[in-house]
Structures are given as structure tokens and as C-alpha cells.
């Protein structure tokens, strides 16, 4: 381990031509820097030095690959930022490489972890009641039964974890028969069949909405057992209903019903193949690449290799890597998904008047990242070095074990939505500037790139991965960590989101028209 006043960068590959400053709190003009040049002028944490000079129009490297070109000359020892970097043209979706895939990691075996087995074959790794709404009006009536619920009905359920409403914006006032409606339907309809929720299907309705139940849940949408013959409808407009507190009785009353089955349920043993992890960051940094997206690869390596689900997604922070995709894709099927689903969202962006350098934020330049190409290189390496064994587009449920690419917007909140529908029953998400993220129908991971922040919200961060970058332990160590980590929360270890009871609200991805 280096003494904290040692001037520190991380170079990731012997071709680039620029470094990242670890130092806390930067290094000032004049460091000499081990092995490198001497700063011309004080660098920032995570921002990237010249390595040499780098007359303008030079190919800036970090990963071995170009993030973009100098727009003004920078001599060695120079900041590298986002004001003298052009950013590169997006790569073309033709003539990308054909599928090489990497062969299939060796199995993993002898690790298991305490789940909820579900009548479809699915596990949860918590045991929660979830009411689906149909429509936005119907959530402040929710939002009421739940407060209900909790007080004067949970006490007596000990083995339920909690109760959670489904809601979101979406219902009414949207142009319902569109095409690209039927991305927010099915992602209502699959949030509702979450592992976590035990196969129990309760709705609250309005009653006049265009989304109305029988459309959200068709005949067949769910498994039916010889305890539940459909889903469990309560509708607000129904003329029984004479008063606000008859509508939260109805309520109340239908979800005793689903409490006394969810708390039969006990924990059981489970194989690592019963879970499906979603990866995702937000609130990155320089570091992301570094420390905490390498060891999240590395983990969903050891998972994959225990025959488990891994869902990475965030369209515009894949985008500059879609040549490595199709390489790793496991087939050419799978290929032509990835190119098909990137090219759909290029189209639906383009639509707004806008592309992928759109992404970033201030929080992400602050924190070293100059453009989308620099922050897509370290956010990819979350998905491993394995095979991509297929694509699911937003909305769509996870079909099958392996390494999934699950297309969806790179916003938080949406892309931890989709996920959910997905079937994702354990949620990974990297973070170096901070945020607190979190989701009630399923527990979140946080892990921190840098020590500093590790430091200052330790009781937010689960796994430091900090350490990385300042030589305490090394990728394949956190990985494990991490790996050991998610058996843990899976089994019924609080994460600090759930101590603190911590979630953001879920957000439905409409490329619909709204009326």
C-alpha cells in the first residue's frame, strides 16, 4: 500500500497516452509524478494527466481505445478534461464484428443461498406483497392501504417482509394503441410477476382508465394455482364502494387474504442459478472503470459460472463498446439483437433532437469522465469477459440463464424498473460520485469506487471498493467479496438502503405518445 501523500495514477493499458490521478483531493501543478511527467497544473481526483505532449488533433487512448481528440495543444503533464476533447463519432452499426465469443467459463459450484422457491420455478431472495395499480389516480388511495397495512396487519405476519405499491404514471392520458405502447404495459404487467412477490397478483383499479386490468393481465399473463384463480382486482369506482375508508376496507381485506399465504412460505436452500442480478451505475466517475465496474465483472463472471442470470443495459453507455458486444456475442442471433436493439434507441433518440452525448452529467465531468465514449469503456466492464447469451428489450422478461444484455435507457430509476420486470431479484449498483438509490421490491447493493466516499457515507456504501485504486486488494479479491457478499443479501442480509428503508420510485420507460 502506497503512503497517502505518494502522487498515485492508474494507467489502464501501456498504449494510453493519459492516466487517472487517485490521490484524495487531487495533485497539485508541479508533482513529479513516478515514472511520468510533472503536472503543469493541478489535476483533479480521477482526471486524466498526458502522459506526453499531445498536439491538437491528437488521438486521446484510455483503455486502449479513443475517447475523443485534443482540441487544443496539451503538453505532458497537462489536464486532460472535457473542454479540450472532441468526442468521437458514434460507431457505425454496420459492418460491426462477427461474433468470436470467448469459450464458456468453467463451472462453479458448491454455493447456494437462502431463497423463497415460487410455484413457476422462480426464486425470490425476499418476501414482500406488492399491489399493481393500472393507473397513476389510484396512488394516493395506495399509498394510504399500505401506511394501513404496515401498522394494523404486517405485526401479524412475521415471515412477510413488507408490503410495496406498484405505482407509476403511466394508465390514461396516453395514446394506448400506439405501437411502442406496449413497452410500459408489459412492464407493469411483468413487475407484477417479480420473483420477490411470491406469485401473489393483487390490482388496484380506478375502473375508467384505458389500461384497464383485463388488459394488463390477459387470460394466461400469470400462473394460476388451485389457490388463486386470477388476479385479485380491487376497483375503486365500484358502486359498493360508499366512502373513502370502504375502498381501503376492500383493500385491507384482500390483502389479509395474500399475507396468511405469503407467511407459509419459509426460506430455503437455493443454488446460485436461481438468482438474477441486474448491474448497473450511476453517479460515475473516472473510478467506475477502475475499481468498482471491474469487480462487479468479476463477480458476474463467478456468477455466470455458477449458472446464474446477469442482466447489464444502459443503451447510450454500451453504445461506444457495440463492436465489442457483437464479438462477444454468443451466436449471431444474439448479435443482430444487440445491433437491432441499439439501432431502435439511435432512431428513438434522434427522435428527441438528440444522441448519446446527452448521458453525462455535471457530476460525471466533476468526477473525470470528459464524454460518453470515456464513461461507456468502464461502464461495459461490469458484464464480465464471458459470452453474451442473449437480448431482451425494454419491458420483457429474462428468458433464460447466462449473460443477458437487457436494452434499456441508462436513467437510474428507469433502468432499475425495467430490470424489475425483467425478473431481477438482486440489484448491483456502482456509484463514485454517490447517490441514494435504492428499491423496495428488491435489495441493492451499493458499492463505492473511492475510499473518500466510502469514508464520508459508510453508512450507505455496502462494499468499498476503493481499495483497488489505492493497491489494499485487487479486482479478483473484491470480486469475491462482492460475489460473497450477494449470497448474503440474497439469503436475508439487510443492505443499507433497507436499513435505512431507502427507495426511489419506480419509472415507466413511454416512448409512447401522451394525449
Known amino acids: 500500500m502506497n503512503a497517502p501523500d505518494t502522487p498515485r495514477t492508474i494507467r489502464i493499458h501501456p498504449d494510453d497516452n493519459v492516466a487517472v490521478v487517485v490521490n484524495d483531493g487531487g495533485l497539485p501543478a508541479g508533482t513529479a509524478l513516478p515514472g511520468g511527467p510533472t503536472l503543469v497544473q493541478t489535476v483533479p ?7 506526453s505532449d499531445l498536439p491538437a488533433g491528437t488521438a486521446v487512448r484510455r483503455y486502449n481505445v479513443v475517447i475523443g481528440h485534443t482540441a487544443v495543444d496539451i503538453p505532458a503533464g497537462g489536464w486532460v478534461n472535457e473542454q479540450r476533447l472532441v468526442m468521437p463519432e458514434a460507431r457505425s452499426l454496420q459492418g460491426l464484428p462477427a461474433p468470436q465469443p470467448p469459450a464458456d467459463l468453467p463451472p462453479l459450484e458448491g454455493h447456494t443461498f437462502q431463497g423463497y422457491r415460487n410455484a413457476d420455478g422462480s426464486v425470490g431472495t425476499r418476501n414482500l406483497l406488492a399491489v399493481t395499480t393500472t393507473v397513476q389516480c389510484v396512488a394516493g388511495v395506495l399509498e394510504f392501504a399500505v401506511e394501513r397495512i404496515k401498522k394494523e396487519l404486517l405485526p401479524h405476519y412475521p415471515n412477510v417482509d413488507g408490503v410495496v405499491g406498484l405505482t407509476h404514471s403511466y394508465g390514461c392520458g396516453v395514446a394506448i394503441d400506439a405501437p411502442d405502447a406496449i413497452i410500459p404495459i408489459r412492464t407493469v404487467r411483468n413487475l407484477a410477476s417479480n420473483p420477490n412477490f411470491g406469485g401473489e397478483v393483487m390490482v388496484l383499479s380506478l375502473g375508467c382508465e384505458k389500461l384497464q386490468p383485463e388488459r394488463l393481465l390477459p387470460p394466461g399473463s400469470i400462473p394460476i394455482s388451485d389457490e388463486r384463480q386470477g388476479p385479485d382486482v380491487v376497483v375503486l369506482q365500484d358502486e359498493k364502494h360508499v366512502g373513502f375508508m370502504s375502498m381501503i376496507d376492500s383493500i385491507l381485506t384482500q390483502a389479509k387474504t395474500h ?45 455466470v459460472r455458477a449458472g446464474a442470470t446477469v442482466m447489464f443495459s444502459e443503451n447510450t453507455e454500451v453504445r461506444d463498446a457495440v463492436d465489442q458486444l457483437t ?14 436493439e441499439l439501432g431502435w434507441y439511435d432512431a428513438y433518440l434522434a427522435r428527441g433532437q438528440a444522441d448519446r452525448s446527452a448521458n453525462t452529467t455535471p457530476g460525471n465531468k466533476k468526477g473525470g469522465l470528459s464524454n460518453i465514449a470515456e464513461k461507456a469503456m468502464g461502464s461495459i466492464v461490469k458484464s464480465g469477459n ?12 429474462v428468458n433464460r440463464k447466462g449473460l443477458i ?14 430490470q424489475l ?16 438509490y435504492g428499491l423496495a ?25 476503493g481499495r483497488i485504486a489505492s493497491g489494499e486488494a485487487s479486482i479478483d479479491e473484491l470480486g469475491w467479496e462482492l460475489f460473497h457478499r450477494m449470497l448474503a443479501v440474497a439469503s436475508g442480509e439487510k443492505t443499507w438502503a433497507e436499513k435505512w428503508g431507502l427507495h426511489n420510485d419506480l419509472v415507466l420507460f413511454n416512448p409512447a405518445p401522451i394525449t
Open 421 to 436: 420486470a425483467a425478473g431481477m431479484n438482486l440489484h448491483v449498483f456502482t456509484t463514485g460520485r454517490g447517490t441514494p
Open 405 to 418: 444484455f437487457a436494452a434499456t435507457p441508462a436513467s437510474d430509476f428507469i433502468c432499475g424498473t425495467l
Open 386 to 397: 464471458g459470452p453474451i447469451h442473449g437480448v431482451i428489450g425494454p419491458g420483457e422478461k
Open 441 to 465: 421490491e428488491c435489495p441493492v447493493i451499493k458499492v463505492a469506487t473511492r475510499n473518500d466516499l466510502a469514508r464520508r457515507w459508510h453508512d450507505l456504501m455496502d462494499v468499498n471498493a
Open 259 to 303: 399475507l396468511e399465504r405469503l407467511n407459509r412460505r419459509q426460506r430455503e436452500t437455493c443454488p446460485v442459478s436461481e438468482l438474477v442480478v441486474g448491474v448497473q451505475c450511476g453517479g460515475s466517475d473516472a473510478f467506475s472503470g477502475v475499481t468498482a465496474n471491474p469487480a462487479v465483472g468479476f463477480a458476474t463472471d463467478l456468477l
Open 327 to 340: 464479438r462477444r456475442a454468443a451466436t449471431q442471433a444474439v448479435a443482430d439483437a444487440i445491433v437491432r
Open 45 to 51: 481526483q480521477g482526471h486524466k494527466v498526458a502522459l
